[in-house]
């Protein structure tokens, strides 16, 4: 809790009665007030000579209180009285008083009498005052001030070290680490921040406090071991003390910035010169390297070859690309330097840069003029010396690339033009060279072009002079031979290719006949192959009779098939006739198929085998088909009379469970019948299953003579037997509720209706809306909660439907809670006779042995010391003996 707190209006003092209970709760606070206040007035005392040695009286006087606001506030105060009356006393500290209030301090509850009376709180809380006023007041960090300003300005501080978190002045402080990051952050030298440790807070203490009266002239305002014996160090004591570690660093810091601004003057000073020198040296290098440049750029000297034009070219472009703008760079960069240079000595009041003679930033941009002139004219002299040497070299490049074209083109081909590979051709291969060397001959033609070309370029050589005009025009004059050359070679090889096309186009046709009957004949045998030995796979008697009748009407394809196959065969031998009679070389078989006449002969064979086959497959399949179908007959008769049997019983059952006829002794004999009905039908179940084994032996998969499968079958027989016991159970559980219960059968047969008229859907289940409008109609006038009580007692396990069971239950329970609260009132009065409780005692007398024990141990729970010591009352004996839910 805070002792002497200050309000952000300046309410720097708290009413009296504040500081009474303050020091009533923790007296331990006023010990630490007491020495941190006394060390800081004397740290000011100092200055004038002077000190205290007990706050409460060395102020009594005000001749010190006054000093002490002298030498911190630096003003000078209304002359002291010096006499030693009461009088005079209060007349100093008024004037102090006065003094504190003009600087905007609101004082709460301190008068000079209690100060000169030594009143300790009242002194506390002046001294305090002062503090706040001259030590933290104008404390600014970050827009805050104050008491904020300095929390921030250690949160700041402290925020790189390890284990320190300065959330507030007072447990924060306890473990010493941030009084030394605060001497560390700003002397590093004084303490060793690694070694210190938070689990000793004493060594830490003092070390902080040891080196700050040494090195920092901050007087010891606490004991190390006041604050780590105190739960919650006084907050105004650790604020006094940090502020003297703030004003300390905070001086050191003002004559550390004056430092840094002289030595910025003498940098700013230094860098200066050091601008100047590298201008002189920067400006002198660009101007040498301008004055040699200059002369090898004016050079107008021609060359005698491009390639040594080139190379000269070559050199003007590493200038352009190296050399130059480097110097670029470097004008640049001293242009920059120059404007820098002047900037800073303007700002800095200093006289203008004035550089050498001939070196002024107008001296370089005239020297660099003239540079480019000059490279501009030497360039232009380098590109009208290439275009002019250009123009011969490119005419003869032209030329030799033209010659080396042709020539690659014209290799090999007189050797092609010569060659008789249409002697031992195919047609289609007559064709394909015919078509090859009429490509050949649009070429040629489109090659007349280039030769005359070649030799228009020899000519203007010829006529310019070129220095190697011989071998240009020897060159020309074989090309102009071999053109002739291959005109004449081309005219013969087409006329060969021509006559051998004619013989060869006969023997084509024959070829091309022969495969376009041979390919459908040949998938004709393939298919019909295939399809005899395929693998037939029948479940019914008429897919056998298809698959016969199909392949009847093969059998009767079989003689235009063989005719087919001679008249193939005739157009083969007709081919090899013309062969031998004009003696045409063949290159090879028939290019249209692949099918010979052995493998039509071999096929046909085949098939003719494999039709008696066949027929005996078919016969034996009919059979088995036969047998199948007489099976799938047996088994539907059986199906047929079974299933709607058994669907028959389940609705005869399902009408009795519902329907009210006679007594429930009377529906449970008549299910019992039932039952005996059912179990006397199994044989005929058994007897279907058997005629089941052999259609699966016999891998029948499906009959078309009835709907039910033996699955189905099963099925509801299962269900059958399921619904008729689980019936008679209900009915044997409602007989079991309606004799405990004591109900009658009227009224289980009113229960039945009710049941029946809500069962819209009729599946012996009503769903919840159903179930709230029986019982609405029965009288109910229940809410939410109470119709959720009653939903989780007919439908526990919360699966939304209510069976009829369920609803008898609740039913007969809700009829009986009246009666059983009357017992129960009844059993209570006759066992307590006058009194109003029943002794555990009176019960073991009264009930028999072998129930007493168990109806004591039961009871033993409810007794209570309200009552008569082991005795219960009328709610206590109804709770124990039916439960907190059934009354």
Not at 262 to 290: P, R, T
Not at 336 to 360: C, D, V
Not at 799 to 808: L, S
Request: aromatic share 8%; net charge negative; charged share 30%.
């Amino acid at each position: 809790m805070d002792h002497y707190d200050s309000q952000q209006t300046n309410d720097y003092m708290q009413p009296e009665e504040d500081w009474d209970r303050d020091l009533l709760l923790d007296p331990a606070w006023e010990k630490q007030q007491r020495k941190t206040f006394t060390a800081w007035c004397n740290s000011h005392l100092r200055k004038a000579g002077t000190q205290i040695e007990n706050i409460e009286e060395d102020f009594r006087d005000g001749l010190k209180l006054m000093l002490l606001l002298e030498v911190i506030s630096g003003e000078r105060l209304a002359k002291p009285e010096r006499g030693k009356m009461r009088v005079h006393k209060i007349s100093n500290v008024n004037k102090a008083l006065d003094f504190i209030a003009s600087k905007g301090v609101k004082l709460v509850s301190i008068g000079a009498e209690e100060i000169v009376d030594g009143n300790v709180k009242m002194t506390l809380g002046m001294i305090w005052t002062i503090i706040l006023r001259f030590a933290i007041q104008d404390i600014s960090v970050e827009e805050t001030s104050a008491k904020e300003g300095l929390l921030l300005w250690c949160q700041r501080k402290t925020a790189p070290y390890k284990n320190v978190n300065i959330q507030n002045f007072h447990i924060s402080w306890k473990d010493g680490l941030g009084f030394c990051a605060l001497i560390h952050r700003h002397r590093p030298e004084l303490i060793d921040y690694g070694k210190l440790r938070k689990d000793d807070p004493l060594t830490n203490l003092n070390t902080a406090f040891d080196v700050a009266e040494k090195y920092l002239d901050i007087p010891k305002m606490l004991d190390a071991e006041d604050i780590v014996g105190t739960a919650r160090p006084d907050e105004k004591a650790i604020m006094t003390y940090v502020s003297s570690f703030y004003h300390a660093f905070s001086g050191a810091q003002k004559a550390e910035t004056a430092a840094n601004r002289i030595c910025k003057v003498l940098a700013v000073n230094q860098e200066n010169e050091q601008l100047m020198e590298d201008y002189e040296k920067l400006a002198s290098d660009l101007l040498e390297w301008i004055r040699r440049t200059v002369p090898w750029l004016e050079n107008r000297t021609p060359e005698n070859t491009m390639q040594a034009m080139q190379q000269k070219l070559e050199d003007f472009r590493d200038y352009r690309r190296l050399h130059k703008p480097p110097k670029v760079q470097e004008k640049c960069q001293l242009e920059i330097n120059f404007n820098t240079l002047q900037t800073k000595l303007r700002l800095s009041n200093r006289p203008a840069f004035m550089p050498s003679e001939g070196k002024m930033v107008s001296d370089i941009n005239n020297a660099w003029s003239g540079l480019e002139q000059a490279e501009k004219g030497y360039e232009e002299w380098q590109l009208n010396e290439i275009r002019r040497l250009e123009r011969l070299d490119h005419l003869a490049e032209k030329f030799r690339q033209k010659a080396s074209i042709h020539e690659a083109w014209t290799d090999g081909k007189e050797a092609m033009l010569q060659q008789k590979d249409y002697e031992i051709a195919t047609l289609s291969e007559i064709k394909a060279l015919l078509k090859k060397h009429e490509a050949f001959e649009s070429d040629l033609a489109a090659h007349q072009d280039r030769v005359e070309q070649i030799a228009a370029i020899a000519q203007e050589l010829n006529e310019l002079d070129y220095y190697n005009s011989p071998s240009v025009n020897a060159r020309c004059q074989k090309i102009c031979d071999q053109w002739d050359n291959l005109g004449a070679l081309t005219q013969k090889r087409r006329e060969a290719l021509e006559r051998t096309e004619k013989l060869l186009e006969t023997i084509d046709q024959l070829y091309l006949e022969y495969a376009k009957r041979a390919a459908p004949f040949n998938n004709w045998m393939e298919g019909a192959m295939e399809d005899l030995q395929d693998t037939f796979i029948v479940h019914t008697i008429e897919e056998i009779q298809g698959l016969t009748t199909a392949h009847e009407q093969f059998k009767a394809t079989l003689p235009d098939a063989d005719k087919e196959r001679q008249a193939i065969l005739g157009i083969h031998n007709e081919v090899t006739k013309i062969v031998q009679t004009y003696h045409v070389n063949m290159a090879g078989t028939n290019p249209y198929t692949t099918i010979t006449p052995q493998e039509i002969n071999g096929k046909w064979d085949h098939v003719r085998q494999l039709v008696p086959r066949r027929d005996q497959a078919l016969m034996e399949e009919h059979t088995r088909q036969q047998q199948n179908e007489r099976l799938r007959k047996q088994f539907a008769a059986q199906a047929n009379i079974i299933g709607p049997w058994i669907q028959t019983k389940m609705e005869e059952i399902g009408r009795i469970s519902i329907e009210m006829h006679g007594t429930l002794e009377d529906q449970l004999n008549h299910l019992r019948q039932y039952e005996k009905s059912i179990v006397n039908y199994k044989p005929k179940i058994d007897q279907l299953e058997g005629d089941h084994q052999q259609i699966q032996e016999a891998l029948i998969f499906d009959n078309k003579h009835t709907n039910y499968t033996m699955e189905h079958i099963r099925v509801g027989w299962e269900q059958l037997l399921t619904t008729i016991a689980r019936t008679m159970n209900e009915v044997e559980n409602q007989i079991l509720t309606r004799d405990a219960k004591g109900i009658s059968q009227e009224q289980m047969n009113e229960f039945r209706a009710s049941f029946n008229h809500f069962d819209r859907k009729k599946t012996g289940m009503m769903d919840t809306d159903d179930f709230r409008a029986c019982l609405i109609s029965m009288g109910y006038n229940m809410g939410e909660a109470e119709f959720a009580r009653i939903m989780s007692i007919v439908d526990p396990n919360r699966i939304g439907v209510v069976t009829f069971q369920a609803f008898i239950d609740f039913m007969s329970r809700e009829t009986a809670d009246t009666d059983t609260a009357d017992q129960v009132m009844a059993s209570f009065k006759i066992l307590a006779g006058d009194k109003n409780y029943i002794t555990l005692d009176e019960l073991r007398r009264e009930l028999p042995p072998d129930q007493a024990e168990y109806c004591i141990a039961r009871m033993a729970p409810y007794t209570g010391p309200d009552a008569v010591p082991g005795a219960l009352d009328y709610m206590s004996f109804s709770t124990a003996l039916y439960g907190e839910s059934d009354l």
